[in-house]
């Protein structure tokens, strides 16, 4: 298989090191590409920016994307004050991707009322809104399939497209398993939209975002339907309750053997 870039998430480190210090922890451990999940209101401003871009040419680590807290991000909401705030801190947020070169945003997108067909029409208005943002910055809007959150099944992925919207996918392993769906449709869903993958593993009823190689996907399979795709952006570990940082060297040399097999 070609040759992809492997790198971690820094919410592999949620909540025990803050965000900007999780770079050179990364780049100790031999990685060179992250996606930065800023998880408090206090890290979408300016001051925050200039942070996470001393640290990244400090350590030489890339950020190719951004993680925004889906609670912080409503930008449907139908109370007008939450409305425009929300809508002021993505600005913000593209203020921070702008600073750091990050070339997309993760975003979950609606999290609530899933069936309810006005929250879904507000939603795919808000996608309008933040996607024409982020694409006037040179920065690609990703709605990433989560269980609980609207996108979570290939017919989703479809409805999104025929909206005719400049936005992207970020993919989640993980999400996918427990959505109960088959990872390869997703994908093959989101076809040429991909630009960002989430990699952990799954156990039934167990630990949540394990790390490659330790839950029950089939690694084989998923990585066939990537090289398929000719997808060729960063595979970004994102592993819960992380004990030893070694274990993100172990899964990235699990992804590596099943690339090269």
Known sequence: MYPTHIGVSTASFFPHTLTEETLAIIAELGFSVTEAFLQV????????????????????????????????????????????????????????????????ITWHGLRYGLENPQLI????????????????????????????????????????????????????SFQAAESGVDPVALLQAMGNRLTTVHLSDYVPGGARHLPPGQGTLDWDVLLQALHQLDYRGPLLLEVADLQEPQELVKARDFIRRKQEA
Not at 81 to 96: N, P
Request: proline share 3%.
């Open 121 to 172: 029409a507000a939603f795919i208005e808000s996608l309008a809104w933040a996607s024409e943002q982020s694409h006037q910055t040179g920065v690609t809007l990703c709605v990433e399939n989560v269980s609980w959150c609207y996108l979570r099944r290939p017919e989703h992925v479809q409805e999104l497209l025929a909206s005719g919207l400049p936005f992207g996918f970020t993919f989640d």
């Open 41 to 104: 209101d206090g890290e979408y401003n300016a001051s925050f920016a200039a942070k996470l871009d001393r640290q990244r040419r400090a350590t030489g680590v890339q950020i190719h994307s951004l993680h925004i807290t889906a609670m912080l991000f409503d930008l449907w909401s139908t109370y007008p004050r939450m409305r425009q705030e929300t809508r002021d801190r993505f600005l913000r947020a593209l203020e921070v991707a702008a600073r750091v070169e990050a070339r997309a």
